[in-house]
Nanobody, 123 residues
């Protein structure tokens, strides 16, 4: 599967952005999907994940209540709605996928990665 993120940009603190990840292939519904992010000089970290049907979601504590992950299997897309953005949310955001029934939260768990989209939160 090939993944392509979009929707990043510059936003002021407390603003919102919606990231999208488009996946190629006809078996998108077989993949657990996730978002990770990597800030300058830091390790890539887990943000959110969603099960194949969308019935199970997981979030890092730092984004709970502010970010929402969702998917549209008919469109082969996964989304990350980000509200109440903070400067510390500034990072390159990556979409990841794994053909699995289990939802993982580690970089090593996922098999496929997009190229990333940059999000900058600054006034």
């Amino acid at each position: 599967v090939q993944l392509a993120e979009s929707g990043g940009g510059l936003v002021q603190p407390e603003g919102s952005l919606r990231l999208s990840c488009a996946a190629s292939g006809r078996t998108f519904s077989s993949y657990v999907m996730a978002w990770f992010r990597q800030a300058p000089g830091k390790e890539r970290e887990f943000v959110a994940a969603i099960s194949r049907t969308g019935g199970i979601t997981q979030y890092d504590d730092s984004v709970k209540g502010r970010f929402t992950i969702s998917r549209d299997n008919a469109k082969n897309e996964v989304y990350l709605q980000m509200n109440s953005l903070k400067p510390e949310d500034t990072a390159v955001y990556y979409c990841a996928a794994k053909p699995s029934v289990l939802v993982g939260t580690t970089v090593a768990w996922y098999d496929y990665w997009g190229q990333g989209t940059r999000v900058t939160v600054s006034s």
